[in-house]
C-alpha cells in the first residue's frame, strides 16, 4: 500500500501543479506551515555547467551588395560547448518540503472542493 502511494502521489500531484487560483491559495497556506515546519537548510554542491563561445572556421561567407558588385563578407563561426564546474548553494530540505506542501494542498482541497485539483462544482443548469 505505502509503496503504491509513494508512486501515485507524485504522478497525480505534477498534473495539478500549475491547478486553479483556488488550488493556487490552498497551496499558499500550506506553504507558510511547511517552510516553518522544515525550515531551509542550505547547502553546497559542485555542478557540471556549459557555457558557449563562437570559434572562427576560418571560413568567409560574403554576399553581394548593391548593383555595382560590392561584397559583404563575415567571418564564418561556429558555436563550441565549453563545460566548467562550479559552487552551487541550494536548499537541502526544498524537495522534502515541496511533497509536504503539495500533499497538504491535495488534502485541503479534498476537503474544500471534493476533489485534489479545488475544481468548484458547476451548478447544474
Known sequence: MRLSLALILPASLMLVSCGTPEYQAER????????????????????????????????MVCEPVGKKGGQ???????????????LESYDMNKDRRDVQIRACAVQACSVKFGNPECKVPKAAP
Not at 506553504?31 to 525550515?39: F, H, R, S
Not at 559583404?72 to 562550479?86: A, D, F, K, M, Q
Open 72 to 86: 559583404h563578407c563575415v567571418s564564418g563561426t561556429r558555436l563550441e560547448e565549453i563545460p566548467y564546474t562550479t
Open 28 to 59: 499558499s497556506v500550506c506553504q507558510a506551515e511547511w517552510e516553518q515546519k522544515i525550515p531551509a537548510r542550505m547547502g553546497q554542491r559542485l555542478v557540471e555547467r556549459s557555457r558557449y563561445i563562437r570559434v572562427p572556421t576560418g571560413e
